[in-house]
Nanobody, 125 residues
Framework: QVQLVESGGGLVQAGGSLRLSCAASGRTFGYYLMGWFRQPPGKEREFVAA????????WYADSVKGRFTISRDNAKNTVYLQMNSLKPEDTAVYYC??????????????????WGQGTQVTVSS
């Protein structure tokens, strides 16, 4: 079992930066695929980024490539999402997710069995 708690959201002007953190409980955190998703107002939840247990592989949505960076610190049971050059269209509730599957589609929400409660990111123009 893994419990996830996001933090770091807030209000920022376009062009600014934020770093989201996701703290996980559970001794096996280091074995989990971790992902970030977001849900813009009035829209479906969408994939943002994911990282393998050892950080060896990462995936990004096209809309955030070159601006967002996912990373993890297994010693701290924490995954991060560094968000730079933020745009108003990045406004959303951001969710952290974890998966213990051996075979997976990192882009698919159904891959992840554990979810945080979400943190609001608002980018003003």
């Amino acid at each position: 079992q893994v419990q996830l708690v996001e933090s770091g959201g807030g209000l920022v002007q376009a062009g600014g930066s934020l770093r989201l953190s996701c703290a996980a409980s559970g001794r096996t955190f280091g074995y989990y695929l971790m992902g970030w998703f977001r849900q813009p107002p009035g829209k479906e939840r969408e994939f943002v980024a994911a990282i393998t247990w050892d950080g060896g592989n990462t995936w990004y949505a096209d809309s955030v490539k070159g601006r967002f960076t996912i990373s993890r610190d297994n010693a701290k049971n924490t995954v991060y999402l560094q968000m730079n050059s933020l745009k108003p269209e990045d406004t959303a509730v951001y969710y952290c997710a974890a998966s213990s599957r051996l075979y997976y589609d990192a882009y698919a929400a159904g891959t992840y069995g554990y979810w945080g409660q979400g943190t609001q990111v608002t980018v003003s123009s």
